[in-house]
């Protein structure tokens, strides 16, 4: 039996399609600018989200990381959400590795931080303090999409107080494909912006950094100091480019069976529904149950994440159907029926 893996839309594996054009795929030394695939994907990306260069390279986390190095200088600070991914979850790097200072901001709700606690926070310019340089945000937050109202006034925000403006654009095309809104719309109002192709796009590996010609320089040295510079790695950007083709316009579907994974799940007793955005479910079940509830649902086929975050998340992608919806939703009413 296959899993139904909701832990993350990371997990999901190459189609036999995608891995056809893998094999496929011209390649060449990346590092000498030489891999005709990777270049290829980098343009492909840049002009389709309205930016001067890409960056190909192997994860989001370093892909934020090389972001927050290239607008950044040591002894500067950049403002970000304090449940964001490049303040939270990604080991602290731009501290570790780039002697970059974060400034952490408590979200509203929707994720979106509010503007006049940023201002609050830019550092005045003064031996005592980091130089704030740099706005951090994300789209989507926790499966939430941040509204384009608020993107505006961020930017205008960002360009008086003259501060870099940048996305941690993972799930960018979830944002894009729920609200309407078109990638590039999102895209243009950023200095630079980061996108996963391994998370719902289904590929193996990869994240592209987009920005000025002069920002993705800089961000191309800091991938070679951070061992980031790869060979041949056409045959990852071939899966990169498979996913643009074939695996946008789909991420409606894992949006569609999230709705429908909620509504089936709030109605049994014990769940409570948080939330449903986008790709992600949002629930709460009895803590002194979690345990079993894991063991239960594993025995079925069935794998969500425990104890990561602090209420139970789970999330749909390439790799569960509405057989696995079905199949999740039967073991939470056997498990919960059971008392
Ligand atoms: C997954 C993710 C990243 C990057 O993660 P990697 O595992 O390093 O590819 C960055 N930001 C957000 C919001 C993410 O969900």
């Known amino acids: 039996m296959e899993w139904v893996d909701l832990r993350s839309d990371t997990v999901t594996r190459p189609t036999p399609a995608m891995r056809a054009a893998m094999v496929a795929a011209d390649v ?68 570790v590795l780039g002697s970059i200072q974060p400034q952490p901001m408590a979200h ?51 360009r ?35 996108v996963c192709l391994s998370k719902g796009l289904g590929a193996p590996v990869g994240s592209v950094l987009l920005g000025s010609a002069a920002l993705i320089d800089k961000a191309r040295r800091w991938r070679k100091v951070a061992g980031g510079g790869w060979r041949q790695a056409g045959m990852l ?15 409606a579907e894992d949006h569609a069976r999230a709705v429908s ?19 992600m479910v949002f629930i709460d079940v009895p803590a002194d149950r979690l345990r079993d509830l894991d063991t239960h649902l594993r025995a079925a086929g069935v794998r969500i994440s425990i104890g990561y975050l602090p209420t139970l998340r789970l999330v749909t992608h390439l790799d569960v159907d509405d057989a696995g919806v079905a199949r999740t939703v039967e073991a939470f009413h056997a498990f919960f029926a059971g008392g």
């Open 28 to 95: 060449g030394d990346d590092v000498y600018g030489e891999d005709p695939t990777v270049n290829a994907l980098q343009a492909r990306l840049a002009a389709d989200l309205g930016f001067e260069a890409g960056l190909f390279v192997p994860t989001g986390t370093q892909s934020n990381l090389l972001a927050l190095m290239s607008h950044c200088e040591r002894g500067d600070e950049y403002l970000v959400g304090a449940d964001a991914h490049t303040y939270k979850f990604e080991g602290g790097g731009a501290a």
């Open 108 to 158: 509203d709700a929707d994720g979106t931080l509010p503007l006049d606690k940023l201002a609050a926070a830019i550092k005045p310019i003064d031996p005592h303090f980091a130089r704030t340089r740099l706005l951090a945000l994300e789209n989507t937050w926790h499966g939430r999409v941040l509204p384009l109202g608020y993107l505006r006034a961020a930017r205008d925000f960002a």
């Open 160 to 194: 008086e107080r003259g501060l870099g403006f940048h996305l941690d654009g993972a799930r960018l095309f979830n944002a894009a494909v729920a609200s309407g809104v078109p990638a590039r719309e999102i895209a243009a109002l950023f200095d630079s912006l980061s």
């Open 237 to 251: 950007a071939a899966a990169g480019m498979y996913a643009l083709n074939h695996h946008v316009a789909r991420l």
């Open 261 to 279: 994974l909620a509504e089936q799940l709030g109605q049994i007793a014990g769940v409570r529904l948080l939330g449903q955005y986008t790709n």
